[in-house]
Structure formats: structure tokens, C-alpha cells
């Protein structure tokens, strides 16, 4: 059997914020028109019971990923791994940024907006940690 290291850990803390923050927002999608059917005033209270979720697993992310970059030798490695790691983190930070911007928005294109850019940036920035892996 092999033994865990402080690398399991930061690897499953992050993929576990990273499958918490990505499929929320999709089960948060499958949810949210049947609520509106139903009951609409409880929409608004799924969305920010998930925010409540999903803000604390961002932050597992950043801190994850921080402590990723700075404990491996990155400037050691290929310069397409670099490259993909610094996309991986602006794709990060961009679905930060449209779901701070859909969450206190105001404005139906805040919401609908932002929404739609977290979403695929979060995708996307899944996909490109998923890359990194293969690349490894
Ligand atoms: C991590 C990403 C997300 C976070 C943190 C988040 C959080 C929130 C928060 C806090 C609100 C309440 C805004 C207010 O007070 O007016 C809200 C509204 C809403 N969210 Fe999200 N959300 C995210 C992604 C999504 C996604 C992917 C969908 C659907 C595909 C979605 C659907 C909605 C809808 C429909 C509302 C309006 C609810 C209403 O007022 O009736 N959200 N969201
Ligand atoms: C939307 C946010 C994010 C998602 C969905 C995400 C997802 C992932 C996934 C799925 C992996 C692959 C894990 C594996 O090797 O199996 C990964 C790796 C990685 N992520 Fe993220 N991540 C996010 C944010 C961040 C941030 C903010 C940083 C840095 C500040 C970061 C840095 C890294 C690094 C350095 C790796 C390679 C880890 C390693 O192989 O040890 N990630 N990420």
C-alpha cells in the first residue's frame, strides 16, 4: 500500500474544493428552473446557501494552489507546463471574478452574465489542472 504525503493531502484538498465549486454550479443549474416552477421564493435562498459553499472551497483552491506553485520547482519545469499553470490560474481568478460579479451584481446581465462566465471559465480551468496532470 503507498503512503500518503503531505502532496496527497494538498492534491485532494484541492481537487475536492475544485468537484465541489465546478459541480455545485452545474447541480445549482439542474436545480434552479424546477425551484422557480415550484416555489420561486426559494430560489434565492438555494443560490446563496450555495454561495455559502462554494466561497469557503474557492478559497481552498487559492490556498491549495498557492501552496502548490510555491512547493514544486516551477521555474525547473518545461516552459509549456508554465504556461499552462499561468492560465490555469487566470482562468481561476476569472471565474472568481464573474461569480463576485454575478453573486452582487445587481443588474439581470450581472446575474446572467457573470453566471454564464463563472461556469465556463471554472470549466475550463478544470480541464487545464486536468492538463497539467498528463503534462507531469
Ligand atoms: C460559484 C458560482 C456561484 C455563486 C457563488 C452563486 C451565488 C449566488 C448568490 C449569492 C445569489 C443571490 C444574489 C442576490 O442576492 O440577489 C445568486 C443568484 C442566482 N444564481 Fe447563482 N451563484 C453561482 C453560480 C450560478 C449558476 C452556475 C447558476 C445557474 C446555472 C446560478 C443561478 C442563479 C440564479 C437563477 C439566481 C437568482 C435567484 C433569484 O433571485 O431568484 N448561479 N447566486
Ligand atoms: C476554478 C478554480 C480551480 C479549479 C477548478 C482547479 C482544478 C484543478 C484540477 C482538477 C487540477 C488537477 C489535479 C490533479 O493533478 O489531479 C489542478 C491542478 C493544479 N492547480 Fe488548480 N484549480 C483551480 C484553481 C487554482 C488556483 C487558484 C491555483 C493557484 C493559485 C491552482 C494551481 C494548480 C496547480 C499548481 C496544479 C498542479 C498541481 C499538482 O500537480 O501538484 N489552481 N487544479
Given amino acids: 500500500m503507498l503512503s500518503p504525503t503531505a502532496d496527497t493531502i494538498r492534491l485532494f484538498l484541492h481537487v475536492l474544493a475544485a468537484a465541489v465549486w465546478v459541480g455545485g454550479q452545474i447541480v445549482l443549474g439542474g ?3 424546477r425551484l422557480r416552477r415550484a416555489a420561486p421564493e426559494t430560489t434565492r435562498i438555494a443560490a446563496h446557501a450555495f454561495g ?3 466561497w469557503p472551497s474557492f478559497a481552498i483552491l487559492m490556498a491549495t494552489g498557492m501552496w502548490s506553485i510555491f512547493d514544486t520547482s516551477l521555474s525547473e519545469r518545461a516552459t509549456e ?3 499552462t499553470v ?3 490560474v487566470v482562468l481561476a481568478v476569472a471565474a472568481g471574478t464573474s461569480a463576485a460579479i454575478h453573486s452582487l451584481g445587481r443588474s439581470k ?3 446572467a452574465l457573470g453566471g454564464a462566465l463563472g461556469l465556463i471559465t471554472s470549466l ?3 480541464f487545464l489542472g486536468l492538463l497539467l496532470r498528463t503534462g507531469s
Avoid: N
Fill in 81 to 83: 507546463y508554465q504556461a
Fill in 52 to 54: 455559502s459553499v462554494a
Fill in 86 to 88: 499561468a492560465v490555469h
Fill in 31 to 33: 436545480l434552479v428552473p
Fill in 124 to 126: 475550463a480551468a478544470m
Fill in 109 to 111: 446581465l450581472a446575474l
